[in-house]
């Protein structure tokens, strides 16, 4: 089965050949992210007319880079929700059109949706997964001659950094994704393929939104993900202390967070509240943009990574637990997910609740908006049984749940 995928839910333009739902044919992306760095975000209006400009070509040269033309491709998939406006009715009429004219079945993708496939590409080129079984150390390492805590981490950390495939194995149901993208903050429960149910997310800003504003605050280009990852790399994580949202059950926020930073900054250069924050970054040495990155990060992260022990708690029965979206690519975070449940949170022996958890990371170069991941979630969609969409009648839906 041979999906052409389209993606343009945002500031990238996508499109993909996708096999079987994990064999990549092709995998072309064209970012506006040096557009949008002169302005420190997305500009919606800009972004629909660089999409206008480049959905074609993309489409071609992803035919082209599979070798194949209409006649070989199957189905037709595209993301409808959420994302900008413009940009989804590019990608979504592009979509629609060319289903009508090759005579084509289409499926409309959610784009959470996406993000959570990426981590069912196929490993020659896909998912990442490090098995951890009875909270002790990663099979990887079981047999390795270096049995030093020291070695162990820094091969943990290259391993993990870098998204080196440990197993080929696919993510097992019941299980747990942790959504964590530039608009969106979710933890939900998959019991099997295409069911999806939100147990966790959050009340205000997404952490993708978190990291772009503490950036802007520190005077780090956009996007503010990779800008902050960058910039902590040299700073220390404990200097400055920052607050953990007080928020019941699996839900996150993170508006107080960025609230805290930006105080915190003009607390450090002795100035009013009432200082702008466009104002701070060129008082603040490089030393100090560092801290507050590192220890920015560092508490991210951890709010992260709590909330998904609570859910691992609440939810024994889950096999596997897949991270998606672009902060997943984050090196800190991925760390801290392995040495979680390296440490022994979920399996010990003699534990009721199963002998082994699996831990999945997207390959880095699909954390982020790509079609890849689009043709993947379509796929599981028509195995499942889901009808095809009417192009004559799809619509595209700016902000809609996964479902």
Same mark, same amino acid.
């Given at each position: 089965?041979?999906?052409?995928?389209?993606?343009?839910?945002?500031?990238?333009?996508?499109?993909?050949?996708?096999?079987?739902?994990?064999?990549?044919?092709?995998?072309?992306?064209?970012?506006?992210?040096?557009?949008?760095?002169?302005?420190?975000?997305?500009?919606?209006?800009?972004?629909?007319?660089?999409?206008?400009?480049?959905?074609?070509?993309?489409?071609?040269?992803?035919?082209?880079?599979?070798?194949?033309?209409?006649?070989?491709?199957?189905?037709?998939?595209?993301?409808?929700?959420?994302?900008?406006?413009?940009?989804?009715?590019?990608?979504?009429?592009?979509?629609?059109?060319?289903?009508?004219?090759?005579?084509?079945?289409?499926?409309?993708?959610?784009?959470?949706?996406? #993000?959570?496939?990426?981590?069912?590409?196929?490993?020659?080129?896909?998912?990442?997964?490090?098995?951890?079984?009875? =909270?002790?150390?990663?099979? #990887?390492?079981?047999?390795?001659?270096?049995?030093?805590?020291?070695?162990?981490?820094?091969?943990?950390?290259?391993?993990?950094?870098?998204?080196?495939?440990?197993?080929?194995?696919?993510?097992?149901?019941?299980?747990?994704?942790?959504v964590?993208? =530039?608009?969106?903050?979710?933890?939900?429960?998959?019991?099997? #393929?295409?069911?999806?149910?939100i147990? +966790?997310?959050?009340?205000?800003?997404?952490?993708?939104?978190?990291?772009?504003?503490?950036?802007?605050?520190? =005077?780090?280009?956009?996007? +503010? +993900?990779?800008?902050?990852?960058e910039?902590?790399?040299? =700073?220390?994580?404990?200097?400055?202390?920052?607050?953990?949202?007080?928020?019941?059950?699996?839900?996150?926020?993170?508006?107080?967070?960025?609230?805290?930073?930006?105080?915190?900054?003009?607390?450090?250069?002795?100035?009013?509240?009432?200082t702008?924050?466009?104002?701070l970054? %060129?008082?603040?040495?490089?030393?100090?943009?560092?801290?507050?990155?590192?220890?920015?990060?560092?508490t991210?992260?951890?709010?992260?990574?709590?909330?998904?022990?609570?859910?691992?708690?609440? #939810?024994?029965?889950?096999?596997s637990?897949?991270?998606?979206?672009?902060?997943?690519?984050?090196a800190?975070?991925?760390?801290?997910?392995?040495?979680?449940?390296?440490? +022994?949170?979920?399996?010990?022996? %003699?534990?009721?609740?199963?002998?082994?958890?699996?831990?999945?990371?997207?390959?880095?170069?699909?954390?982020?908006?790509?079609?890849?991941?689009?043709g993947?979630?379509?796929?599981?969609?028509?195995?499942?049984?889901?009808?095809?969409?009417?192009?004559?009648?799809?619509?595209?839906?700016?902000?809609?749940?996964?479902?």
């Amino acid at each position: 089965m041979k999906i052409l995928a389209i993606e343009s839910s945002c500031d990238e333009t996508a499109a993909a050949v996708v096999e079987d739902g994990r064999r990549i044919l092709s995998n072309v992306v064209i970012s506006q992210i040096d557009i949008f760095k002169e302005y420190g975000g997305v500009i919606p209006e800009v972004a629909a007319r660089s999409h206008l400009e480049a959905i074609l070509p993309v489409i071609h040269k992803a035919l082209k880079d599979a070798s194949l033309t209409k006649d070989d491709i199957d189905y037709i998939a595209v993301t409808h929700t959420p994302g900008l406006l413009g940009s989804l009715l590019i990608g979504t009429l592009t979509a629609r059109t060319l289903a009508i004219l090759w005579k084509k079945p289409l499926y409309a993708v959610h784009h959470l949706k996406s #993000h959570i496939y990426a981590n069912w590409l196929g490993s020659e080129t896909s998912a990442k997964t490090i098995f951890v079984q009875h =909270g002790c150390v990663a099979s #990887h390492l079981k047999n390795r001659s270096e049995h030093s805590p020291s070695s162990q981490a820094t091969a943990l950390r290259k391993n993990v950094s870098a998204g080196v495939s440990q197993l080929a194995n696919l993510p097992e149901f019941p299980l747990l994704a942790l959504v964590v993208s =530039g608009g969106h903050t979710q933890i939900i429960y998959m019991r099997a #393929h295409n069911q999806f149910e939100i147990i +966790g997310t959050t009340r205000d800003d997404a952490v993708g939104e978190c990291f772009d504003k503490v950036a802007k605050i520190l =005077g780090l280009p956009y996007p +503010g +993900g990779p800008s902050i990852a960058e910039c902590a790399k040299n =700073g220390d994580e404990v200097r400055y202390k920052l607050p953990h949202p007080k928020v019941d059950g699996l839900d996150f926020s993170f508006s107080g967070l960025k609230t805290a930073v930006l105080r915190a900054v003009q607390a450090e250069l002795d100035l009013p509240i009432s200082t702008p924050s466009y104002e701070l970054a %060129g008082k603040l040495t490089e030393q100090e943009k560092a801290d507050f990155a590192a220890s920015f990060q560092e508490t991210a992260c951890d709010i992260l990574i709590e909330k998904l022990k609570i859910a691992l708690e609440d #939810h024994p029965e889950a096999r596997s637990v897949v991270f998606a979206g672009g902060v997943s690519a984050n090196a800190v975070l991925r760390e801290k997910a392995l040495k979680t449940l390296m440490n +022994g949170l979920r399996r010990e022996k %003699g534990d009721s609740r199963g002998e082994d958890v699996k831990l999945f990371f997207p390959d880095l170069r699909f954390a982020g908006d790509n079609a890849a991941m689009v043709g993947a979630a379509a796929y599981y969609e028509v195995m499942s049984g889901v009808e095809p969409t009417d192009p004559y009648e799809l619509n595209i839906a700016p902000r809609k749940e996964i479902s």
